[in-house]
């Protein structure tokens, strides 16, 4: 008899959602920016700082609207790294504009700042710094070669809600950032995200690219007395229904990251013999980094085969994944990036990746199975 699956993921439900999606349908109010999103705009803008918060309807979309808010035109170009997911790239493309791949730190796996200068042209517009696994990217750094460029400072925080780079929120460190609450992210509407403007020159701009292109949301407020078609956007918000979901997640955000960060913690506590071992590396979060528990991933030893530990990981009935494959080595990377200097990190540490189950409910006897399972794979080489 094998013992009960231990799923990757369980989106976690606060039990207020389909009350508060109750309240929007009671409202009368099903279209966009209604009541509940507002509430999530401001929570967002007062939990971050950011001038302006925008529910979008994913993080994606908020990433679009980065590109089009920067005026990016063809063959211009955005630093960034090449272990991310599809849209920190994709999202620049669509606007023609090539994203120029180069290599990760060893420790927290974001893209490595001292290889940043040397990857700027005259064609650079932008650096993206994406926060894996919530761990903050070095801003100050990143920040400081940007202003001796005068490049705009973009931040994909997709994953990165409720931590903190020296006591600054992820995503509003920034000329723009972005959060996305997928049902995989830590704080979810399904499908969801948010725009965070901090830098005032582009509130405006922004809420015109996310209104289809129109001064809409200024005549909601009564500033213009009829709306009309200001420059290009598209269709960027959600629905009534998903802000009210995302309401009762935003009003727990702090006790969803305070449980995702015990169990986290206690992977860390199980797993050190076997770093000790050599067999995995466990995360490492820098001191100026408060991170949030997105994800527990190990780094396997070279010698061990991490096929065959998944397999194993498998057959216990432990789902437990890699996770991107670079985008410089996919084939619309290859065709509409360019990469600067070597990916070795991106291409040796992408390769001994596991992420292991992690969500709310997870218990310490399942962990310890994880654990032994885990132990038990990485012995086997
Ligand atoms: C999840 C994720 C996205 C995309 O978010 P969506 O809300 O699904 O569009 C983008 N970038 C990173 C780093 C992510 O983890």
Not at 114 to 142: F, N, Q, S, W
Request: glycine fraction near 8%; proline fraction near 4%.
């Amino acid at each position: 008899m094998s013992e009960p699956r231990i799923p990757f993921n369980r989106p976690y439900m606060t039990g207020n959602e389909f009350g508060y999606i109750g309240e929007a349908n009671a409202g009368f109010v099903l279209a966009g920016d209604g009541p509940f999103t507002k509430r999530c705009n401001r929570w967002i803008e007062e939990q971050t700082g950011a001038a302006k918060a925008l529910l979008t309807h994913s993080c994606t979309a908020a990433l679009e609207m980065m590109a089009l808010l920067l005026n990016l035109e063809p063959g211009d170009e955005v630093i960034m790294p090449s272990f991310t997911f599809v849209s920190t790239a994709n999202a620049f493309v669509l606007r023609g504009a090539v994203p120029v791949f180069v290599d990760i730190r060893p420790d927290t796996l974001n893209i490595d700042e001292t290889l940043i200068e040397a990857a700027i042209t005259p064609r650079t517009k932008a650096i993206m710094a994406v926060h894996y696994a919530g761990v903050g990217c070095e801003m100050d750094t990143i920040q400081a070669i940007a202003e001796r460029h005068g490049l705009y400072v973009l931040e994909d925080a997709a994953q990165g809600i409720m931590a903190r780079y020296k006591g600054r929120p992820l995503g509003s460190i920034g000329h723009l950032g972005a959060l996305s609450f997928h049902e995989t992210k830590n704080v979810i509407s399904g499908e969801g995200g948010a725009l965070l403007v901090n830098d005032p020159a582009f509130a405006q701009r922004a809420e015109i690219i996310r209104e289809k292109g129109t001064d809409r949301s200024r005549f909601f407020r009564g500033e213009v007395d009829k709306y009309t078609w200001q420059e290009v956007g598209s269709s960027f918000l959600p629905g009534e229904i998903v802000a009210a979901f995302l309401w009762a997640q935003l009003e727990q955000a702090a006790s969803i990251t305070a449980e995702r960060l015990s169990c986290w913690g206690r992977y860390h506590l199980l797993l050190e013999d076997l770093e000790r071992e050599n067999l995995l590396r466990r995360p490492i979060i820098p001191e100026e980094c408060e991170h949030n528990a997105h994800m527990y991933f190990v780094l396997l030893s070279d010698d061990v085969d991490r096929q065959a530990a998944l397999t194993y990981l498998k057959r216990e009935n432990i789902s437990s994944v890699f996770h991107y494959v670079p985008l410089h080595s996919s084939p619309a990377g290859r065709r509409y990036g360019r990469v600067h200097g070597t990916m070795n990190n991106t291409d040796h540490l992408s390769e001994r990746l596991v992420r292991l189950p992690l969500f709310i409910g997870l218990t310490e006897v399942e962990q310890q199975r994880v654990k032994e399972a885990l132990s038990k794979a990485v012995h086997a080489v």
